[in-house]
């Protein structure tokens, strides 16, 4: 389970506030207002935001001062996630061995990866000759590869159009399902937690709120998510 | 509480500006070991003083006004070959002093174009030596530089500015005094300070075209002192004063000097509605005929010159010119060596005193760092072997302030950019130089290889204090040929060092673009 003891995050005036436990293997939507903290929250918990106090557990394991890199996360950011001079195969592989030393059965898991997400034969192509979606999809192959535990999305479909994001949302429901990863993502619209989510971190006026279930929060909404839900 | 990340790249960066402080500070020791400072400036140094800084002065002021009109008709005038043009300013930036020197006393020396013009008019000729030949080519160097700083200002003037002019028809002097005199008056300090400093330290045009007890720079007095009367304590002495001239001034110009547009984008296009009228065009046009003249036909003598001199060159010529090869791969190795953690090392701090560390280049002349050089080793071994070695070192010290320069601000580009991406995978020493930093950053690093092996091959520094009969680089060689009088062969010999330094310029730039998808 992925614990939060008592976090508090600080930028400059702006600061967030969390305590509560995400139980492994629940897929769960952060959601609140612009500026609220959203992207902050998965940037701390991915390692990138220092913590100005509390603690962060992952099972029993300490990983508040854990470089990125060394915690059992694997992010996917809003922009940036596939080096634009490096191939597909290259970017995925990145996600087995930072140095690319790769072994004949670690591109085998490569290949495998980029079936599953369906670029099959797509590896040795560029980012830049691949379509929205398909960078995506090929992000999301090395997510797989990486095999981490957590899997922290910070709305990397935003830019997608509707129909492209709900099929990346069906995709990640599959991978992380398949995986029994736990998932934290970041999201604006109402539909996708219905449609991914089992349980909704609510973060407002400085606080991430304890996750809920899904279904029954947005029954029966407080008032302040309600005047965001609008 | 805040645990500072750890950077990605960049903590060999420590180690290769240690290893500049320490060459230049070493040479220093070398330097305190044989400096008198007790015997005092004699009347030679303080001439050399002097000239230094009068020949320094007229140089940056002549560049300054002579490319203020110039920038500005290039500004505002679109033509054919406009973007050759600019790109051509640039050129003299990694055009071989010695080079141009030729190609100057081709057009305006004793038997030059000019003055046979001027001889068959009836009119008294010019003579190119001393100060006026001095301030002459610098201003031949420096012009360009000027000019491109200045065109870089005009075109930071937003185009909205120049609609609110033609929108309340503002009259030519209005337009001047609300558009362009502020902003000659940010730019025009830097570029003539920057001048001032880049000539404190010129050796080689005041080699070939000054000397005597009036046209010595202390530069010069270095050579002079070192090669001809073998006295290391004067040569020491005048070392030291370059320094604390050379150095001070770069210390105070540091806060003027503008950025330096060695890389293109000055061909944006802006429209200008002012300044339409005929005499205007016909002046702008006067002006960049006469710039584009100035700066063309050195060169083209060159080129007219060395075609005919070329089968008159002597083997050696062939030889230096091996010597020069390998010093120039030498130096841009060795550049790359220490720029690229540099830079690394300097992109992932915020700002502050390690750039300085590469403007040592700036203010620590060669003759200095040589003669430095010269004192620590002459007594444990025989610095000739090491003649080509030590300037390969020198030249890529001098080049570095321009390849940091190049480098840093794409690689704190690219580091922010996927700063996330890299920290998430783990990405870090070797790997993400290997993956990240080196494949994004082709471009730049090509041309700050191009850059070193230019300057390097056509420098003509420290190798004139150290080298002996059989160790010449092509400029030192192509130097000796025209002190023996043998012109057609030092225009030959100039042809092939032109060539090969805007070989190596081109192959490292565009090799580093070739097949670059991104």
């Known amino acids: 389970m992925l614990r939060f003891e008592t976090i508090r ?19 769960t939507a952060v959601i609140g207002p612009s500026g609220a903290g959203k992207s902050t929250l998965l940037g701390a918990i991915g390692g990138f935001l220092p913590l100005a106090s509390g603690r962060l557990w992952w099972q029993d394991r300490d990983i508040t001062h854990t470089a990125p890199g060394q915690r059992p996360i694997a992010m996917l950011f809003q922009d940036n996630n596939l080096f634009p001079h490096l191939s597909i195969a290259q970017n995925i592989g990145l996600g087995i061995r930072p140095d690319l030393k790769l072994t004949p059965e670690d591109r085998a898991r490569v290949d495998l990866a980029l079936e599953r997400v369906g670029l099959g034969g797509m590896s040795a192509r560029k980012p830049g000759a691949l379509s929205g979606g398909q960078q995506s999809r090929a992000a999301l192959a090395r997510v797989l590869v990486q095999d981490r535990p957590v899997i922290l999305l910070d709305e990397p479909f935003a830019a997608l159009g509707p129909a492209l994001r709900q099929e990346m949302l069906d995709l990640v429901q599959e991978l992380s399902t398949e995986t029994e990863a736990t998932l934290l993502m970041v999201t604006h619209d109402p539909a996708d937690v219905r449609r991914i989510a ?33 | 509480m805040a645990h500072r990340a750890q950077p990605v790249i960049g903590r060999t960066g420590t180690l290769a500006g240690g290893f500049v402080v320490a060459v230049v500070a070493l040479s220093f020791a070398g330097l305190g070991l044989r400096a008198e400072v007790g015997r005092g400036l004699g009347p030679a140094e303080w001439a050399a003083i002097r000239f230094t800084v009068v020949q320094s002065a007229w140089s940056a002021v002549i560049s300054v006004i002579c490319a203020i009109p110039l920038a500005r008709a290039l500004a505002r005038r679109r033509f054919w070959g406009r973007g050759a043009l600019i790109t051509l300013l640039g050129a003299p930036f990694i055009l071989p002093v010695i080079v141009a020197v030729l190609g100057l006393l081709t057009v305006f020396g004793r038997t030059g174009w000019v003055n046979e013009v001027l001889g068959t008019l009836g009119l008294p000729g010019l003579s190119i030596y001393g100060l006026h030949g001095v301030v002459l080519a610098h201003v031949f160097f420096n012009l360009p530089l000027a000019t491109r700083l200045l065109l870089q200002g005009w075109q930071s003037i937003p185009a909205e500015r120049f609609r609110l002019a033609a929108q309340l028809d503002l009259p030519p002097a209005m337009i001047r005094r609300t558009l362009e005199y502020p902003l000659l008056l940010q730019v025009v300090p830097g570029a003539a300070a920057l001048i001032f400093v880049i000539c404190l330290t010129s050796f080689a045009v005041a080699l070939t075209l000054g000397g005597g007890p009036r046209a010595t720079t202390i530069e010069l007095a270095i050579y002079q002192a070192f090669r001809f009367d073998f006295d290391l304590a004067r040569a020491s002495l005048l070392s030291l004063i370059q320094l604390v001239l050379a150095g001070s001034a770069a210390l105070i110009v540091l806060w003027i000097i503008p950025d330096f547009p060695l890389t293109a984008g000055l061909d944006r296009k802006l429209r200008r509605w002012d300044a339409r009228g005929g005499v205007h065009r016909a002046l702008d046009a006067g002006i960049i005929a006469l710039g584009s003249a100035f700066l063309l036909l050195p060169l083209m003598a060159i080129l007219l010159a060395g075609l005919l001199g070329l089968p008159e060159m002597p083997s050696v010529v062939w030889q230096a010119a091996g010597n020069s090869l390998g010093v120039a791969v030498l130096s841009i190795v060795v550049l790359l060596a220490i720029a690229l953690p540099m830079a690394g090392w ?52 001098m080049a570095l302030p321009f390849a940091l320069r190049v480098l840093v601000p794409p690689m704190r580009d690219v580091l922010t950019t996927y700063d996330r991406l890299t920290r998430s995978l783990g990405l870090q020493g070797w790997p993400a130089w290997r993956w990240l930093v080196l494949p994004r950053l082709r471009a730049q690093i090509g041309f700050a290889a191009g850059l070193t092996g230019a300057l390097s091959v056509g420098d003509l520094g420290v190798i004139a204090l150290f080298a002996d009969p059989d160790r010449a680089t092509l400029p030192l060689q192509m130097y000796r040929l025209m002190g023996a009088y043998r012109t057609e062969a030092a225009a030959g010999a100039a042809l092939l060092l032109l060539a090969m330094a805007l070989g190596l310029f081109w192959i490292c730039d565009k090799g580093a673009r070739w097949r670059a998808e991104v």
């Not at chain 1, 995050?9 to 897929?27: N, P, T």
């Not at chain 2, 003759?367 to 070695?389: C, E």
Request: overall charge negative.
């Open chain 2, 346 to 397: 300097i992109s992932t701090r915020r700002a502050g005193g390690a750039e300085a560390i590469g403007l040592i280049g700036l203010s620590a002349s060669p003759l200095m760092i040589g003669t430095g050089w010269f004192i620590l080793i002459n007594p444990v071994a025989d610095p000739v072997p090491l003649a080509l070695p030590v300037t390969a070192l020198i030249n890529a010290l």
């Open chain 1, 198 to 230: 089992d349980d909704v971190i609510f973060v407002e006026g400085g606080r991430a709120a304890a996750p809920q279930p899904a279904a029954a929060l947005l029954e029966n909404p407080p008032p302040a998510l309600r005047a965001y839900l609008g």
């Open chain 1, 9 to 27: 995050i600080a930028q400059g005036d702006f600061a967030l506030e969390a305590d509560f436990e995400i139980v492994s293997g629940r897929k």
